[in-house]
């Protein structure tokens, strides 16, 4: 806590990495917590400092006021320079004037609803009268439009009129497109000194959200959480659309009508009302009653969406409109890290604190939020669609929409082409005559596909402010998927990086929470097999507005054009994170293992134009114990086969034995669960074969009941409920079976967010390090943009390192998920004598490090961990 407040207080860059278990949520809630209310009062005098001052008519609000060579600034006489510190001095007395008032209305206002429960009735009341009115004059519109005689418009549905694009004037001709920025200046209000947090997935903010409520922070802390329309949308007919983008984009247009709907009864004389939807929760007074209810008391997500029911109003924007005046705010990690989302929930970023945490995989997050894939399926359907939008609606289109759906049409057309295809044939029938990966850069990409005349920029915000994808999925919805468009394969749908990490969010909410889903790839590929494909395409154009050097184009030519696909591939993460650095007065990117830190401060901080200087690295060790953790590094098995588990010789039948008789004498001595990790599936399975067939399986499974990660999400939660279950009833009931057995995979869904404490995991394995494929054209392309951009690290290659760190970023994080409170006990073993080469070790977590033995035959190792073990049930 004093490290964190010291950071805040010199605007400083933090790495803090504190273990699971230590306190970190509630002592990352204080210190900054007592930082920010420390600096209040020191504005607090300051300001009144200095409007006693201005009150008195006292000069000398500036240090120039007095210059000992009696000449002004620049040659000015004194005079006029004494009268420009005058105007400067009053205008900085009324500013603060206006910010003392404002502020004194807003924190009395507050009080009033927190000790008036009156008000919040009275409110209640209002809001049901208003809705009942509201409710009469719509059926009395409705009466009089049927009255009306009204006749059907150039042949068209009357319903079929949403599906139009209305007219849209670009930046040159209009500043503002569309109505929905109108009322901006009417909701503008001062932003205070606040704290941004940010974490992973939904059920880890709400986690935070119950650690502030129990602080001593919890009843005076204005807090407010933030999230997607996925979690906070309380319209039943758009939460049924499922897919994030629908929800989203008809949630925009139900706005924009609502904006619309305005000018239409002002002119309903002149033409014809068109009908349209809008949301009736989108109301302004309803969302300000919110927004104050919000501020009062500390509420999570959940509390936040049954306040939206109860009130009627919208939590998603209703918590927008609380940020200005809250001291904390809570929000998922994309909707600060990308920037078009953060400028569309109103976060301003300038001179506040942001703090991120369960940051050790924030260069991966960065990466995935701002890269894209999309098929060759995916743009000919596009194509087709867009194609059959536009001749049925070619006569009621404004010049300028017209114009953008051919350079749209021309897009795609291209991009088939440079995947070997012709847009107007089936994709899937269409054989690629040259298979292969190729990288381009963006220019070479937009040159070779003679696309590079046309402005991408203009397109995309086209895209976004039209709401193309939103009518062509409207039109698609109308008449079925068109006839000449294929029928998209579930593993060929790709989302867009923000789209996917946005879907790992959610599972990783329902996932921790406890709640079966289906699996990710079938789930949300079943979501959007109705909708627009354009939607992905987006995310792809969005992508190819980067800048040359910071990006690649990856062309994966496969079998038939729509098996082949279009990536792109951000290669500098620090170019969207130098903003939130720049603006920030102070940034702290926290984890419970950041170990290595060495990519954060490289390939994060340098490159966002952070000054060595000002970043600041803690690291605290575990409450434990030191007798409660037993590491090892153990070098060679049984037989003395030496471990090293490389792609060459991992595969030989001794060294499978060998893990396996490691496992077996492990097994006879530690009760309980254990768990052991694999560097990849296809080798856990392998593995799992090969003792099935000598018969180690069957020695395993007389002491332990085996259990295998599944590769499908929500099965997941079921392997973990039967592991948990046999480990509690060989407590209980003694005999031969001591336990578990967990075969899990690095990187899998049990190597992070799990929680393998107690009994669950009194020893984790290790087997082999887990290194990345190299063969990867993404990872091989990465590695030769380091080895070009960044220095040569104590003699090492840039690429090397990342290859490094990679393999032992992924290490820690499976070791990390035995230990996991203060008197928790576990063993932990290593098994490949490369782990102790200084370069590796060093990149241990120092809690870990500082208590890893070296051994170099299995039978010391054995007679340690046996000791260990049995220690610990005698103490018990």
Known sequence: MEALYGALEAGRVGIFESPTGTGKSLSLICGALSWLRDWEEKRRQEEARLLALGAGGQDGLTPQQARPDGGGAAGQPDWVTAFVQKKEERDMVNRLKEEHIRRKKREDSLEKIRHNVQLKYAAKRKRCEEDEAKRLLQLSKEVLSQGSGEGVLDQLDHNEEELILAEYESDDEKKVVSGLEEDDDDLEEEHVTKIYYCSRTHSQLSQFVHEVQKSPFGKDTRLVSLGSRQNLCVNEEVR??????????????????????????????????????????????????????????????????????????????????????????????????????????????????????????????????????????????????LSQYKERYRKRLKAKNLMYIKQILYLLEKFVAMLGGNVNQNPGCQTVSQTGVVLKSINDFLFQSQTDNINLFKVQRYCEKSLISRKLFGFVERYGAPASAVKISKENQKLTGLQNFLLTLHQGSDKEAGTPQSPPVEAEHDQLRTASPLMQIEGFLSALTNANQDGRVLLNRQGTVGQSSLKFLLLNPAVHFAKVVEECRAVIIAGGTMQPVADFREQLLCCAGVDPARIVEFSCGHVIPPENILPIILCSGPSNQQLEFTYQTRDLPQMMDETGRILCNLCNVILGGVVCFFPSYEYEKQVYGH?????????????????????????????????????????????????????????????????????????????????????????????TWLD?????????????????????????????????HQKDFASILLLDHRYARPAIFNKLPQWIRERTQVKPAFGSAFAELRKFHRGKLDAL
């Open 788 to 820: 070009k951009t960044m220095p040569r690290a104590a003699g090492q290659a840039p690429s090397r390192v990342l290859i490094e760190n990679l393999c032992m970023k992924a290490v820690n994080q499976s070791i990390g998920r035995a230990i996991r």
């Open 240 to 385: 049924r659309l499922g897919a994030l983008q629908l929800i989203n984009d008809r949630c925009m247009e139900m706005q924009k009508n609502k904006h619309e709907k305005k000018s239409d009864e002002e002119n309903e004389g002149k033409k014809r009302r068109v009908s349209r939807t809008v949301c009736p929760f989108y109301s302004y007074e309803q969302m300000q009653f919110l927004r104050d209810e919000v501020l009062v008391e500390v509420k999570d997500i959940e509390q936040l969406v049954s306040l939206g029911r109860e009130t009627k109003a919208c939590p998603y924007y209703g918590s927008r409109f609380a940020i200005p005046a809250a001291q904390l705010v809570v929000l998922p990690y994309q909707m600060l890290l990308h920037e078009p989302t953060r400028n569309a929930a109103g976060i301003k970023l300038k001179d506040q604190v942001v703090i991120i945490d369960e940051a050790h995989n924030l260069i991966d997050t960065i990466t995935c939020i701002h890269s894209a894939e999309v098929s060759g399926s995916q743009l000919c359907c596009a194509h087709s669609q």
């Open 691 to 783: 003792w099935e067939k000598t018969g180690l399986l069957s020695r395993l499974s007389a002491k332990k009941k085996i259990f295998q990660e599944p590769k499908k999400a929500n099965q997941v939660e079921q392997v973990l409920v039967e592991y948990a279950k046999c480990i509690k009833r060989c407590s209980q009931t003694g005999g031969q079976m001591t336990g578990a057995l967990l075969l899990s995979v690095v990187g899998g869904k049990m190597s992070e967010g799990i929680n393998f404490s107690d009994d669950l995991g009194r020893c984790v394995i290790m087997v082999g390090m887990p290194y990345p494929n190299i063969r990867s054209p993404e990872l091989q392309e990465k590695m």
